[in-house]
Each structure stands twice: as structure tokens, then as C-alpha cells.
């Protein structure tokens, strides 16, 4: 059980878990990329002008992918989707086949990181508003995220965005195999559960803590690490009272095909679902959630739906690894071609995105007043407060 050098007040909502990333997503208005003029809606995307959480991964010989579907999809291989068309079929092309994820031992994770179509996730009855994470997870960690696969279960043509095809939900440039670095904090709270409000309201007892993710240090963090042409400049986020809603602001972009400036934007994340699972080792932790950000441009609007499974694995008490999957789904707009696509796959994900993690602590070396020194694990909380282990 950790002990805190300084610790936060009572939290009346919090729960969490994941790593944050920018992300965004858009719809063409046609079919077909190939020598299309960059459109507002796509600098958008390029200018990382969105959010999306932290980890991916799957297995393709368990997804019954066969070696000669995993790999790219040429323009000239595209074909055009005809409205009103047929529920899309599974024919899943990748990038990445050879890497083979570690086990999953979560029944959370078997279903969402190993299943082959995925439909959105669903808050469950009672669930809490924030993600938790599992304790050995507390603390300040330098991150490397390598790209592994991305696979997309119905093929390119149903895809949002070209940048879903050129590189990742993170960064329009991130190849299968390219590497980032950068640093992520977790801190506890007092969690607002049906629990701890009982323990409060009934005199029952002292409140629980849990592990939450700093979503406003680790939004500002991973759009520096992934060098974002805008990075987000201010994050508001109330994980004691509004836990589910995250406000991030950008500065002004490039020139669109029209040479008008995009101008300073705002995103909304609202983070709509969420479930964990610990297997009950204290070795392995499963997280996933769903977000639906909208950026605010304008004169436009841009809403992209994603989910974040991740099953974490503690190695020692200072490394974790972990197999994460970043899910892009598409958004039910009318009268448009994502909303006839959105259609066709059943609101299914279109794209899965796997990455391997290495998370390795950050320490304090503190001296005692015998003189002997020790290290610590800390972290600084979004109301600056330290925490120590």
C-alpha cells in the first residue's frame, strides 16, 4: 500500500486508466484519396488536431489472417463504395504481420485485443466515471511506444481518413516499427464509488484510493513527443467533478488548399465507456475505453469515435510492458459517405492500431536523517500536489 510524502484532498469522482495521445479523424467527401489537394478537413488530421489514447496491439494469425493479405493496399486496389450497398465483409488487410503479441491472460483482453470485428464499448450498469488503473502502475514512467500493426478488418476503402492509411491515429507520419518516447504520469485519489460513499456517508470507514492517469499532463506530453505541427497549449480536464470530459486547445495551423489559415481550435473528448480487470495475479491489468472527440474549427466540425484497450504486465516492480490497441470507429453522420459506411460495417471499428510498451519508473533519491539515502517513487498530482510510494 503506498504511503504519500503529500496527498490530495477527497475526490468526489474520479476513475481512469490510459495514455494520452492526439488523434484525429475526418470523412472525405468522396471516395478515393489519390492525388486529392490537401482539404481543411485533412490539414486538420495532419496538425494531430485531436485525441486518442495510449497502446494497441493484436495477433494476426489469430485474427485468421491469411500472409498474403498482410500487407499495404495499393490506390489502385481501392474500390468505390456504392451507397445503399450491402453490410460490409470481413476482409481484413494489414501492415505489420510478423510481430507476434504477448499473451493475453484477461478475460477483457481476449475479448476486445484478440477479437477480429469489434463493436463499441459499452458502460456497463453502475460503472464508474472514471478508468482505474491497477497500483503498481502509480508513479511517473518513461514510455517507449513502438508501432506494430495496423489492420483493417474490411479492407482500406472504409477507412475515415487517408491519414489512417499513410500512418496512425497519433502521428500522420508513425510507420509500423517507429518508436516514441515520452512520459506518463498515474497519481491516487479518493475515488467516488458506491463504495467509498457508503464508508463516507454511513461512517463505515476510511475511503479506498485508486490510480488514475493524469489525462491533462500526458495530453500536453505525447502531442510534444509525436512532434504535433500544433501541440495542445492548454488541457482542461475536473477529474473531481467531471471526470468524463476533457477540453484541449491548439493553436493556429497551417494554410488550407483555400490559403486561409485554420486558425486556433478547440477539442472536446468525452469519454463515453469504460471497463477494467485485474486477473487477480497483481501481475496483469486490463483497461479499455471509448472517447468521442469533436474538434471545433471555423466553420467546421470534426467528430471521431475511438476506443483504447490495453492489458498491462508487470514485470518488476519499476518496468511494465504492455499490448495496446487503439480501435477507430466511424461516426453515424447523415447524409454522408462515413454515415453509408457506418452503415455497411454495423458502427464496427475499421481500424486497429497495436502497440508494445515499455513503461520504466522515474525515481527520487531522497537522503534520511541518519544520512543514508533512498529512492522513491513520486508524482506530481494536477492540483501540485507530490505523492510518494
Known amino acids: 500500500m503506498a504511503l504519500f510524502h503529500l496527498m490530495a484532498r477527497f475526490s468526489p469522482a474520479i476513475?481512469?486508466?490510459?495514455?494520452?495521445?492526439?488523434?484525429?479523424?475526418?470523412?472525405?467527401?468522396?471516395?478515393?484519396?489519390?492525388?486529392?489537394?490537401?482539404?481543411?478537413?485533412?490539414?486538420?488530421?495532419?496538425?494531430?488536431?485531436?485525441?486518442?489514447?495510449?497502446?494497441?496491439?493484436?495477433?494476426?494469425?489469430?485474427?485468421?489472417?491469411p500472409p498474403a493479405q498482410a500487407a499495404p493496399v495499393s490506390e489502385a486496389s481501392r474500390q468505390v463504395i456504392i451507397p445503399g450497398g450491402g453490410p460490409a465483409t470481413y476482409q481484413p488487410k494489414g501492415i505489420g504481420s510478423s510481430w507476434k503479441p504477448p499473451v493475453v491472460l484477461t478475460q477483457l483482453g481476449q475479448s476486445r485485443l484478440l477479437a477480429k470485428e469489434l463493436t463499441p464499448l459499452q458502460q456497463p450498469f453502475l460503472g464508474g466515471q472514471e478508468l482505474y488503473y491497477s497500483p503498481f502502475l502509480f508513479g511517473a514512467w518513461n514510455v517507449t511506444a513502438t508501432l506494430r500493426r495496423k489492420i483493417y478488418p474490411y479492407g482500406p476503402d472504409y477507412l475515415p481518413s487517408a491519414s489512417l492509411l499513410e500512418g496512425s491515429p497519433r502521428y500522420r507520419e508513425e510507420q509500423v516499427g517507429d518508436s516514441t518516447n515520452y512520459e506518463v504520469h498515474y497519481f491516487s485519489t479518493l475515488a467516488n464509488t458506491v463504495e467509498n460513499q457508503a464508508r463516507v456517508n454511513l461512517g463505515l470507514g476510511v475511503p479506498?484510493?485508486?490510480?488514475i492517469q493524469d489525462r491533462a499532463y500526458n495530453a500536453k506530453s505525447l502531442s510534444v513527443a509525436y512532434k504535433q505541427l500544433t501541440p495542445v497549449q492548454e488541457v482542461e480536464w475536473n477529474y473531481r467533478d467531471e471526470p468524463g470530459k476533457v477540453l484541449l486547445d491548439f493553436g493556429s495551423g497551417l494554410l488550407a488548399e483555400d490559403m486561409r489559415p485554420l486558425g486556433p481550435r478547440r477539442t472536446e473528448v468525452f469519454l463515453t465507456a469504460r471497463v477494467s480487470e485485474d486477473a487477480g495475479?497483481?501481475?496483469?491489468?486490463?483497461t479499455a475505453e471509448r472517447s468521442r472527440s469533436v474538434t471545433l474549427v471555423t466553420r467546421d466540425a470534426v467528430v471521431a469515435d475511438t476506443e483504447t484497450i490495453s492489458e498491462f504486465t508487470k514485470v518488476a516492480n519499476d518496468h511494465v510492458t504492455a499490448w495496446s490497441r487503439i480501435a477507430v470507429y466511424l461516426t453515424p453522420n447523415p447524409n454522408s459517405r462515413e454515415g453509408l459506411l457506418w452503415q455497411q460495417t454495423g458502427g464496427k471499428a475499421v481500424a486497429f492500431f497495436d502497440y508494445e510498451l515499455d513503461l520504466r519508473r522515474i525515481k527520487e533519491e531522497f537522503q534520511l536523517?541518519?544520512?543514508?539515502?533512498?529512492?522513491r517513487a513520486c508524482v506530481l498530482t494536477p492540483k501540485d500536489v507530490v505523492q510518494c510510494s
Open 369 to 375: 536523517k541518519d544520512g543514508t539515502k533512498m529512492e
Open 208 to 211: 479506498g484510493t485508486k490510480i
Open 281 to 286: 495475479d497483481e501481475i496483469h491489468y486490463c
Open 15 to 65: 476513475t481512469t486508466v490510459a495514455v494520452w495521445i492526439l488523434l484525429l479523424s475526418s470523412a472525405p467527401s468522396v471516395n478515393g484519396w489519390s492525388n486529392r489537394p490537401a482539404s481543411r478537413r485533412d490539414l486538420l488530421i495532419q496538425t494531430g488536431a485531436g485525441v486518442s489514447a495510449f497502446g494497441i496491439s493484436s495477433f494476426f494469425p489469430s485474427l485468421g489472417i
